[in-house]
């Protein structure tokens, strides 16, 4: 089984979220499962030079994008046992960063194809090729148009995963044939209220769609999840299907995590007092062995669920003993908030704004309680390092938060879920935990239960591997 993922991030190379975790994650965890699973991303210039003198040039040749033809050359990739494709193009990839360009339609479209023109020059053709989000996208519409009965293009399939349905690849029609390069009399396949749509297009035309966890793909049949995608995904639905996306059980492990102040495992955990010590130093909070702490890991933005923060936290600290480690960045509404509520309970609120990734580690390894209230959230990977660190997540039941954390209020959960978005059924849950922390021996099975949950890619890989077998047979 030959697997070609493609992915516009991927880690180590250039990331900007989940996406890139996932890309540099799964095909390892597919390659140990002896699937020969490669990636194909764009050779940015801002990948780390030391990664950059690694790759060595393939090949070059020429990429249609609609009437022009542009350069794109290949150089070829090792990390983690796993073989990387880099695109390369100055003009499309030279610049600072990954996304966020004028030209991004036209970006991605001369990358979606340059996956496809690829496999002329590399001698390996894939049994499938694995596109993920909107920068994709088109590549299974291109395959599905273009390719699919050309010579050496035989036979093979397409799986389109969303990872966040809110990004869709949204662009006027005008650039259907000049940048596009799709010709009008096929614009129905990505036409989608009046504008062309990329994922739309990808779930017209890829043989399997895909989202990060098994709640998601239900969500997004909903039109308050689907963000206007909810009428194609229901005609579609007979393609749709949710695998959960997994962490980095290596990399995320409390018992060998050097950037933590001491390490710990699910047989003894002792070691997360010395952590919580430390970072109540750190942050200039009392050294308080006995008061719970919540961490709280996030982009600072609505969708977060911090307007239900926001309404409810004052009225939290007042009453309640606890303290709360906050790490993040976002919007001026939500970071002034903190600033705010860190001068009036500067014994209760430790603050740094931006993203720090081993100041997260630390407050995943030195928190009893961690809070993700999310309004949506697609898999979400937060609530996973939580659990592995001991860290009792507290959600709401939406997405990969639902497939992931369970009610413990029957003794058998791993953290406490509350449903409605609702700013005090949030507050509810978080006083039932702050009960339960009392409990210390009921607390303490709790914790070490959490730390033993499977969250790991090796579970995930082998859903996927079962769809691509299935895709394998119906070429047969």
Same mark, same amino acid.
């Given at each position: ?52 003198? !690694? ?32 695109? %390369? ?25 340059? +996956? ?91 043989? +399997? ?20 995608? %909810? &009428?194609?995904?229901?005609? =579609? $639905? ?12 290596? $990399?995320? %492990? ?8 001491? !390490?710990? !495992? $699910? ?56 303290? +709360? ?30 993203? +720090? ?50 009610? $413990? ?10 449903? &409605?978005?609702?700013?005090? %059924? ?5 006083? =039932? ?10 607390? !303490? ?22 769809m691509y077998n299935e895709l394998k047979r119906e070429q047969a």
């Open positions: 089984m030959k697997v070609l993922f493609a992915s516009s991030e991927a880690v180590p190379f250039m990331a900007s979220g989940g996406l890139g975790d996932v890309a540099g994650a799964l095909p390892k965890a597919l390659r140990r499962r002896l699937i020969g699973c490669r990636v194909v991303m764009p050779f940015y210039s801002g990948i780390k030079d030391e990664l950059k003198e !690694n790759a060595t040039f393939l090949t070059s040749f020429s990429v249609p994008v609609a009437w022009r033809r542009q350069y794109c050359g290949v150089f070829e990739a090792k990390h983690n046992g796993v073989i990387y494709y880099l695109i %390369d193009n100055q003009y499309y990839f030279k610049r600072d960063g990954i996304y966020g360009y004028y030209d991004d339609a036209e970006r991605f479209a001369f990358f979606a194809r340059a +996956v496809l023109e690829m496999i002329q020059y590399i001698d390996w053709k894939p049994d499938v090729i694995h596109c993920n989000d909107w920068q994709t996208a088109l590549t299974p519409v291109y395959y599905s148009k273009l390719y699919a009965q050309a010579p050496g293009y035989e036979n093979i399939k397409t799986v389109f995963t969303i990872h966040n349905i809110q990004y869709q690849g949204v662009y006027g029609i005008e650039i259907l044939e000049d940048v596009v390069g799709i010709p009008y009399d096929m614009k129905a396949v990505l036409e989608y209220d009046n504008d062309i749509n990329f994922v739309k297009g990808a779930i017209e035309c890829a043989n +399997v769609v895909t989202t990060v966890s098994p709640t998601y793909a239900n969500e997004i049949l909903d039109p308050w999840y689907s963000h206007g995608l %909810d &009428t194609i995904l229901k005609q =579609r $639905s007979w393609k749709l299907r949710g695998i959960l996306n997994g962490i980095d059980t290596v $990399s995320y %492990d409390p018992e060998t995590d050097k950037d933590i102040f001491a !390490n710990y !495992n $699910s047989s003894d955990f002792s070691n997360k007092a010395v952590n919580k010590a430390e970072l109540q130093k750190m942050f200039g909070l009392p050294v308080k062995a006995d008061v719970p702490t919540v961490g709280i890991v996030s982009r600072l933005v609505a969708h977060k669920g911090f307007d239900l923060i926001k309404a409810v936290f004052d009225e939290l600290l007042s009453n309640d003993d606890l303290q +709360v480690f906050v790490l993040g960045s976002g919007e001026w509404q939500y970071e002034s908030y903190f600033k705010e509520l860190k001068e009036r309970f500067p014994d209760k609120i430790g603050l740094r704004l931006g993203f +720090v990734p081993d100041l997260a580690r630390k407050i995943y390894a030195a928190s009893d309680i961690f809070l993700m209230p999310s309004k949506s959230e697609p898999c979400g990977l937060s609530q996973m390092v939580a659990l592995r660190y001991g860290a009792i997540p507290i959600v709401r039941e939406t997405g990969g938060l639902k497939d992931t954390v369970f009610d $413990s209020g029957d003794n058998m959960g791993n953290g406490f879920t509350f449903c &409605t978005y609702n700013a005090h %059924d949030m507050l509810h849950a978080i006083r =039932r935990a702050l009960e339960g922390y009392k409990d210390k021996e009921g607390w !303490n099975i709790l914790v070490k239960r959490a730390m033993e949950c499977d969250n790991s890619w090796a579970k995930s890989a082998g859903e996927y591997i079962k």
